[in-house]
C-alpha cells in the first residue's frame, strides 16, 4: 500500500492549520519559541493539538520526525 510521505504541510493539515508554504512561513515567523520551551508547551496550540504533538512523541509515531523538524523551525 502506498502512503504519501508526511511533510510539515500534511502536519499542519492534521492540526488544522493553514497549510501552504506561505501559510507555514507566516506561522513560522510569527510563533518562535525560546530556547528552553517544550513545543507541545507553546501557549498557541489548542488542546487538541498540544495532545496531538505529545502522543506523537511518546508513541514515537510516523508524525515524529516532521514535528521535530517544525520544533527546530520554531526554536530557530
Same mark, same amino acid.
Given at each position: &500500500?502506498? &502512503? *504519501?510521505?508526511?511533510?510539515?504541510? $500534511? =502536519? !499542519? &493539515?492534521?492540526?488544522?492549520?493553514?497549510?501552504?508554504?506561505?501559510?507555514? *512561513? +507566516? !506561522?513560522? %515567523?510569527?510563533? +518562535?519559541?525560546?530556547?528552553? %520551551?517544550? =513545543? $507541545?508547551? $507553546?501557549? /498557541?496550540?489548542?488542546?487538541?493539538? +498540544?495532545? /496531538?504533538? +505529545?502522543? *506523537?512523541?511518546?508513541?514515537?509515531?510516523?508524525?515524529?520526525?516532521?514535528?521535530? %523538524?517544525?520544533? $527546530?523551525?520554531?526554536?530557530?
Amino acid at each position: &500500500m502506498y &502512503m *504519501a510521505p508526511i511533510t510539515v504541510e $500534511a =502536519l !499542519f &493539515m492534521q492540526l488544522g492549520l493553514p497549510h501552504s508554504e506561505a501559510d507555514i *512561513a +507566516r !506561522f513560522i %515567523e510569527s510563533h +518562535r519559541l525560546m530556547k528552553t %520551551e517544550h =513545543l $507541545a508547551n $507553546a501557549p /498557541f496550540w489548542s488542546d487538541a493539538q +498540544r495532545a /496531538f504533538i +505529545r502522543d *506523537a512523541w511518546q508513541e514515537d509515531a510516523e508524525w515524529v520526525q516532521v514535528i521535530d %523538524e517544525l520544533d $527546530a523551525h520554531l526554536h530557530g
